[in-house]
């Protein structure tokens, strides 16, 4: 695995949602981290693919966004804990903050964060949508 080139490994992570698991003890973190802080020094840590799926537990809908946020808002940010029991603050994007709630199950789709109309960058990452039907 330590011959794949650095910026491939950093491509994999933004496409899939992969986490950290630790042998040992089982505990999974996301974002990835290189520490498990349940089994410290004994512990070790591999990679694994989140489902990507989980539900909300709270959320806070944003009308006055930070700068560069301007054009989404009102946006909805929730803390939602994946299927693997681990927790995500991120955005709830194709939904209108009057339709979330708290138990909606949702799912990571990959897309534009933030603009910088100035530089022309995009930025891009994960962001999660209801699921339609399971
Ligand atoms: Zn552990």
Redesign the pocket.
């Known amino acids: 695995m330590s011959s794949i080139p650095r910026f491939w490994r950093n491509m994999k992570s933004r496409y899939n949602l992969i986490g950290k698991r630790?042998?040992?003890?089982?505990?999974i973190y996301f974002p990835p981290r290189n520490f498990?802080?349940?089994?410290r020094r004994?512990?070790e840590l591999e990679e694994v693919q989140l489902s990507g799926r989980g539900e909300v537990v709270s959320y806070t809908v944003i009308r006055t966004p930070p700068e560069g946020f301007e054009r989404q808002a009102p946006y909805v940010m929730a803390l939602v804990k994946l299927d693997e029991g681990v927790m995500v603050t991120t955005q709830i994007v194709d939904v209108s903050p009057e339709e979330v709630e708290i138990g909606m199950r949702v799912e990571s789709v990959f897309r534009k964060i933030q603009e910088d109309g100035e530089a022309g960058l995009i930025y891009y990452g994960f962001k999660f949508k209801p699921v339609k039907e399971e």
């Open positions: 630790c042998t040992r003890c089982g505990e498990c802080t349940n089994c004994r512990g």
